[in-house]
């Protein structure tokens, strides 16, 4: 009988600790995830092309299927890498939007990473506005060569034209001296 009192205790010890996990599940500090999401990040944007888009696709299916701030960081972070083709910062804006803020204004390392992602997005984004006016600056002054080079292709055209023609009027101005009877001066 004391057997059976210690295996139900035992069992009831179990079946507690058992609930007690579905209740209050075992979390991992913010810090140590957004350790993992910046290793993550490491360990992507070094990886081949190949690798990560199966990672890009990954995150886009664990975020379709649970979504979670967690997943939306990973996804956005894989948004962000450099040289993708699915690089894409409107999305990445919005999945760092969607970030929820903990109560009272706390600090939160997984909040502050969200904010860092979005400042980045925004100085990429002000950086390609600057890249793109400086490149339509140069089309412009590209634009202007070419009207300046094309008016000197004419100038020269219209120089060469006048030129042979000159070199037409010497040479009958020639022909006409050698025709012509040289005169003698009387003594």
Do not use: N
């Not at 205790?9 to 957004?34: F, H, K, N, W």
């Not at 000159?166 to 022909?175: F, G, P, V």
Request: aromatic share 2%; hydrophobic share 35%.
């Amino acid at each position: 009988m004391r057997h059976r009192h210690s295996f139900v205790g035992i069992l009831s010890m179990l079946v507690l600790g058992l609930a007690g996990c579905a209740v209050t599940p075992e979390r991992r500090p913010e810090r140590s995830q957004v350790e993992d999401l910046l290793a993550y990040y490491h360990r992507v944007s070094a990886a081949p092309l190949d690798v990560q888009r199966k990672e890009f696709l990954d995150a886009t299916a664990i975020l379709d299927r649970t979504p979670s701030d967690d997943s939306r960081l990973r996804l956005a972070l894989a948004l962000m890498l450099p040289g993708v083709p699915w690089r894409d910062d409107s999305r990445v804006v919005q999945l760092l939007g969607a970030i929820e803020v903990p109560s009272g204004e706390q600090a939160s390392p997984r909040r502050d990473l969200a904010v860092l992602l979005e400042k980045m997005v925004q100085v990429r984004r002000d950086d390609h506005k600057r890249c793109e006016q400086k490149m339509e600056a140069l089309r412009d002054d590209r634009r202007k060569v070419e009207q300046k080079l094309d008016s000197t292709r004419e100038e020269c055209k219209k120089a060469d034209l006048l030129q042979q023609k000159l070199d037409e009027l010497r040479d009958i101005d020639r022909d006409l001296r050698s025709k012509r009877p040289s005169r003698q001066t009387k003594p």
